[in-house]
Nanobody, 124 residues
């Protein structure tokens, strides 16, 4: 059974930073894509960033230059460093794993496993 556990969410003022972590257990994730998505009430889950099995990184235009995704295969952990946060970044953030990877990792349907989500709130 695969489990993903996110941590690091919270309340921060606009312009501040947060670092999200997602620890995976149960499988070997070196040949996988790990990604972050976010969702606000009444909206679909949207892509934020992905770290592919080929070590490429992809970002949504809305976070490019502010967010950085990284992963530590030895720890089966993926991170999302979020800087220069804006109120519109407020959402529940989910990490996910696509194994085996079936695409670029930018759509939710590509992912097989999901974490429970962590709330990020950015105040103005």
């Amino acid at each position: 059974q695969v489990q993903l556990v996110e941590s690091g969410g919270g309340l921060v003022q606009a312009g501040g930073s947060l670092r999200l972590s997602c620890a995976a257990s149960g499988r070997t994730f070196s040949i996988s894509t790990m990604g972050w998505f976010r969702q606000t009430p009444g909206k679909e889950r949207e892509f934020v960033a992905a770290f592919t099995w080929s070590t490429s990184t992809l970002y949504a235009d809305s976070v490019k230059g502010r967010f950085t995704i990284s992963r530590d295969n030895a720890k089966n952990t993926v991170y999302l460093q979020m800087n220069s946060l804006k109120p519109e970044d407020t959402a529940v953030y989910y990490c996910a794993v696509s194994q085996p990877p079936t695409g670029w990792g930018t759509t939710s349907k590509e992912y097989d496993y999901w974490g429970q989500g962590t709330q990020v709130t950015v105040s103005s």
